[in-house]
């Protein structure tokens, strides 16, 4: 037996628009890190490690504005996770409102990387 | 002069009759694990881990139980996710796992992904120091399902005797004459074809008929992360373009995802990859997330089609 509601997933899309992700990095005020604003997919993931890439000299821990984060993939998650694996000396990632994606993501493939926090937990 | 018998697979099935011959089945295997000081996982339905669980009385303490009808909803899960992490958790040391991964009241659609997976634990535990024993209901399950048993499994048990026997084929071969074509829709479904410049457009049009179908809302992300890792392999590693197919059948939600290039390696989503890998993740990903991950995989073309139970 089908189930329907309302218009039910089934009714043929005749034309969506392409939709490419969008993505922008903005420096954070007052502290090492970055806002991401937008979604990461294969699209923008080398804006991300591009951005990533020029935290490297930084001292001291590096935050992550996520809360405009609103979408991000396996492959962005790892560029974050690989990233962050290159932290000594004590230095950390702290990913600030991270999207729920990213929260499985890590969670599920990761578990607690080591020089990651959280915020809130 | 064998190799230790440390370093040797050992997978088994057992055709069992009755509560009482599954009991004496599976019982007698745990103990001897736990004699032998081998950590011992029990991954098997609800119903059937209180079973043994009873059964083995305060010894149950030293057992890992697990719900395989969650655990291993998805079968492609369980290699990476229950097998291979136990093994991993207790490396050196010979473990031993009562798998059920076939219960009667799976799926007609799940039963070949059921036994692709039983045949690729083979590959995946090759040369680990492990003995699985997986149970079969002979007195419910499909003459079918039990013929496929004994091509995945080298050794098969039943009426309390434990046999090698003529019937296991190549594991590669089992996977190869189940990789059949899917059925198509039986209503008709959106279509979007995609590339790499597309995929927010693939997300948007998941989520709108998956939340239209009742799916709750967490669920709703699960499948568009999963929908988007499929499509993004299926425009990565191969030139050209994806198309992507969303429907609803009964209370399941349903993504196609169809894309140039064939899958030649059939363990792809069931290892866990280096933690430094860059790369290794997406189906992997999938198969966590959702209940069923079909594949049809051709020379030019293959069909990943991924079920969300609503």
């Known amino acids: ?121 | 002069m064998t190799s230790p018998t440390r370093e040797e697979f050992i997978h088994e099935g057992l055709f069992y009759r009755g509560r009482a011959d599954y009991l004496a089945g599976t019982v007698p295997f745990v103990r001897d694990g736990l004699a032998a000081a081998e950590p011992v996982l029990v991954a098997v339905p609800q119903s059937h881990v209180e079973l043994i669980s009873e059964e083995l009385g305060d010894d149950a303490a030293e057992v890992r139980f697990l719900d395989m009808a969650q655990a291993g909803r998805n079968p492609n899960r369980i290699i990476p996710w229950v097998l291979r992490a136990f093994v991993d958790e207790f490396r050196g040391r010979s473990v031993r796992i009562v798998g059920e991964p076939i219960w009667p009241g799976r799926s007609p659609e799940e039963i070949p992904v059921c036994v692709q997976h039983e045949a690729l634990i083979n590959v995946a535990l090759d040369r680990t120091p492990a003995t699985v024993l997986c149970p079969y209901d002979a007195n419910a399950l499909p003459a079918g399902v039990l013929l496929y048993a004994g091509r995945t499994h080298p050794v098969l048990v039943e009426d309390g005797e434990r046999r090698h026997h003529d019937g296991y084929a190549d594991p590669y071969a089992v996977v190869a004459l189940l990789n059949l074509p899917l059925p198509d829709p039986t209503v008709p479904a959106a279509e979007l074809t995609f590339d790499a410049l597309g995929l927010a457009a693939v997300r948007d049009l998941v989520g709108d008929r998956a939340r239209r179908a009742g799916l709750a809302p967490i669920r709703v992300v699960d499948l568009q992360m999963a929908v988007n890792e499929i499509a993004t392999n299926a425009i990565t590693h191969a030139d050209g373009y994806g198309v992507l197919r969303v429907w609803q059948e009964g209370l399941r939600v349903l993504c196609d995802v169809r894309g140039p290039g064939e899958i030649s390696d059939w363990m792809a989503g069931r290892v866990r990859p280096d933690e430094q890998s860059e790369r290794g993740r997406g189906l992997l990903l999938a198969n966590r997330l959702c209940d069923l991950v079909q594949t049809y995989t051709q020379p030019d073309s293959t069909t990943t089609r991924l079920h969300m139970l609503i």
């Not at chain 1, 899309?13 to 502290?31: K, N, Q």
């Not at chain 1, 000299?57 to 979408?71: K, P, Q």
């Not at chain 1, 962050?84 to 000396?89: P, Q, T, V, Y």
Request: proline share 9%.
């Open chain 1, 1 to 121: 037996m089908r189930q329907r509601r309302g218009d039910g997933p089934d009714t043929p899309v005749i034309e969506l628009p392409r939709r490419a992700a969008e993505l922008a990095v903005l420096p954070v005020p007052g502290r090492p890190g970055l806002r991401l604003v937008g979604e990461v997919d294969c699209a923008t993931r080398h804006i991300l490690d591009a951005a990533l890439e020029t935290m490297l000299g930084d001292a001291g821990d590096v935050h992550l504005d996520l809360t405009e984060l609103t979408f991000i993939d396996v492959g962005g998650a790892t560029s974050l996770v690989l990233w962050a694996s290159r932290l000594r000396g004590g230095r950390r990632m702290i990913l600030h409102d991270p999207p729920y994606e990213l929260r499985r993501i890590i969670d599920m493939l990761w578990g607690q990387p080591a020089t990651i926090e959280v915020d809130p937990p």
